[in-house]
């Protein structure tokens, strides 16, 4: 079971960039690494998905080292909106019932 | 679309009381999954499901059953509610067989209390 651990929260400001990183050192071979964005009250929602190196979407991009024991979430240019909790998952290497969220990292975007 | 639908909203319960938490998707999803979130404790894999027929047991099923006859339902069963199954809960489902290499939709959540 790949355990992520994640910092607790983050504080950052309206127009900057942040990264967010999550260590899995126990990462299986076939495991994907995602990210996920909560809102109060709301369900989580997928943000972005990677395996290795890096992928980039409208939102976000992911960094992944080659060892893969790590990740950044980065997003550029912050606004209010973007105060949530960000979960980064690992799983899947042997089945699906090792998917787990963890307790996630609290972004809180101020002006 | 309507997405993944949960009912009810809210509900409270007494302890040894059962009830079914509802989730339906549109979206002829094979996997669909039941998580609960509790306050600091992040998001925990209760059951899932590849497929209508098949379901398995994720972190933390004691207390909880689940049954899959069609794609688009997945109840959750209290049989005997208790205090500690106070908690938010959320039904999610994704495509091709489910897992992290498919996107997970998530439903609104159903807070649950039980006294």
């Known amino acids: 079971l790949a355990k992520t651990t994640q910092p607790i929260s983050m504080d950052s400001y309206e127009g900057q960039e942040v990264n967010i990183t999550c260590s899995h050192n126990n990462i299986a071979t076939n495991d994907y690494i995602t990210w996920y964005q909560q809102f109060p009250s709301q369900g989580p929602r997928f943000i972005i998905q990677g395996y290795k190196t890096k992928v980039t979407n409208e939102v976000a991009s992911l960094f992944i080292p080659a060892d893969r024991k790590s990740s950044t979430l980065s997003l550029p240019r912050v606004s209010l909106s973007d105060t949530a909790v960000y979960y980064c998952?690992?799983?899947?290497?042997?089945?699906?019932?090792?998917?787990?969220f963890g307790k996630g990292t609290m972004l809180l975007v101020s002006p | 679309n309507a997405g993944v639908t949960q009912t009810p909203k809210f509900q409270v319960l007494k302890t040894g009381q059962s009830m079914t938490l509802q989730c339906a998707q549109d979206m002829n999803h094979e996997y669909m999954s039941w998580y609960r979130q509790d306050p600091g404790m992040g998001l925990r894999l209760i059951h899932y499901s590849v497929g209508a027929g098949i379901t398995d047991q994720g972190e933390v099923p004691n207390g909880y059953n689940v049954s899959r006859s069609t794609t688009e339902d997945f109840p959750l069963r209290l049989l005997s509610a208790a205090p500690s199954q106070t908690s938010v809960y959320f039904c999610?489902?994704?495509?091709?067989?489910?897992?992290?290499?498919?996107?997970?939709?998530f439903g609104p959540g159903t807070r649950l209390t039980v006294l």
């Open positions: 999610a489902s994704s495509s091709l067989g489910g897992g992290l290499r498919d996107e997970q939709f």
């Open positions: 998952l690992v799983g899947l290497g042997s089945g699906y019932s090792t998917l787990t």
